[in-house]
């Protein structure tokens, strides 16, 4: 992504204190143009801490996420809820004027995520589902190989990211009012890489492709009902086919593979959490070579990437941020969607929805 140096600050506030707040904070505090200027938490205690954490004056930690959508230091806001409470603080965010980076899954469903971008069009606001990947340049670097041809007629794409977490009904990996399970967790990964690397073989002006076909199998948890893993065959039109898979439940090889008519990627590091930044590398297999290209992308915190993306996007204007737009969010909600569906997997927002 091309970038420039004088990139105007953009002062930020973060929605809630867990696991993820921590970190992009962190990633704030590496970004270019990010400033974290307040938090807020649904208690003055958490909020504290906090901001004692980060360098905040106390002053900017504010005890209710209502409270910090009033503070008019704040430009953007990063929400970092589970994911069944990003809705509502996206269209109260919006509503407040404030721009609007949402943790993935943006919604807990297609209903949710078309609630959420008109929300925040109707703001004038900006919206991006925090899909940090997509801010990293060796994400665009795949997909500029897919388009131009180097692996030949792209046929199957292999995708995982799962991991196994032990079980406790309690936390929100495998509750089912707090949006547990692998799907919604971690499958919105592979997703939305298969649905992109589908953009990119169709070789057309959108970045991205549905699946036309979708079959899944799973196993559900017996006493939670989430999902513990899951996989999905996904065909696009063009015939390009995708085989996803996802687990809180199960400890897979998070990576992904791209076969064509000519050659193959082979990405280890797709998602690119663990990187305080610094060089990535993933291979390119030439049919016929002897010896595989080793390609490399240098960037810095893909946090602080994903907040520049926005800072870059609000800068010129814009109210979306290339890399992952509203459009895409909502056709990687359509497909999680298809996937829980073929599981018989659903979650008491899908009864909102089908009441409203
Ligand atoms: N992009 C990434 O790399 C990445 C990584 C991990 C997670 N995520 C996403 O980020 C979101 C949060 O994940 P996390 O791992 O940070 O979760 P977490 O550690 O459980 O933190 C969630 C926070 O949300 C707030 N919250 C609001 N309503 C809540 C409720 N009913 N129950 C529990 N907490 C509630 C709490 O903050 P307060 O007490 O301060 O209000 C809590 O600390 C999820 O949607 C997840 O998918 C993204």
């Known amino acids: 992504m091309a970038t420039s140096p004088e990139l105007p600050p953009l002062r930020w506030g ?7 707040a921590g970190v992009f904070a962190r990633g704030l505090a590496a970004s270019r143009a990010g400033r974290l200027v307040a938090v807020g ?15 905040l004056a106390p002053a900017a930690a504010h005890g209710s996420y209502e409270a910090l959508l009033a503070d008019p230091a704040v430009e953007a806001v990063y929400i970092a809820t589970p994911h069944p409470e990003h809705a509502v603080w996206v269209e109260r965010a919006a509503a ?3 721009h609007i980076l949402c943790e993935k899954p943006a919604g807990m469903n297609l209903a949710e995520g078309r609630r959420m971008v008109a929300a925040a069009r109707g703001a004038g606001v900006l919206f991006m589902e925090a899909f940090m990947y997509r801010c990293h ?3 665009a670097r795949i997909a500029a190989l897919v388009r131009d041809g180097a692996i030949g007629v792209p046929r199957l794409v292999q995708a995982n990211y799962g991991f196994r977490a032990d079980f406790n009904p309690a936390s929100r ?4 009012e707090l949006g547990g399970g692998g799907i919604l967790d971690v499958g919105c990964y592979p997703m939305s890489l ?5 953009g990119a073989a169709a070789g057309g002006a959108e970045a991205f492709a549905e699946p036309a076909g979708l079959v899944a199998q799973g196993r559900l948890q017996p006493e939670t009902g989430v999902d513990e893993f899951a996989t999905a065959g996904l065909g696009f039109a063009g015939g390009l086919v995708a085989q996803i898979a996802t687990g809180v439940g199960l400890g897979l090889e998070n990576n992904a593979r791209v076969y064509g008519t000519e ?8 998602w690119i959490i663990t990187r305080g930044g610094g060089a990535l590398t993933f291979r390119l297999h030439r049919r016929g070579a002897a010896e595989p290209e080793t390609i490399t992308t240098e960037a810095g915190n893909i946090y602080g990437l994903e907040a520049d993306a926005v800072a870059e996007a609000l800068r010129g204007g814009g109210r979306a941020v290339a890399a992952m737009t509203p459009e895409d969010t909502l056709g990687n909600l359509a497909a999680l969607d298809r996937w829980r569906a073929a599981l018989g997997l659903s979650y008491p927002a899908d009864a909102v929805a089908a009441a409203g």
Do not use: C, D, M, Y
Not at 45 to 53: I, P
Not at 173 to 176: E, V
Not at 194 to 198: E, H, T, W
């Open 14 to 20: 973060i929605l809630s204190t867990g696991r993820i």
């Open 137 to 139: 340049p060796q994400t």
């Open 96 to 98: 407040a004027g404030k």
């Open 173 to 176: 990996l495998w509750n089912r």
């Open 194 to 198: 298969a649905r992109l690397i589908a």
């Open 41 to 55: 938490s649904r208690t003055a205690e958490s909020a504290a801490r906090f901001a004692a954490e980060h360098g």
């Open 263 to 270: 050659g193959w990627l082979e990405v280890p590091h797709p």
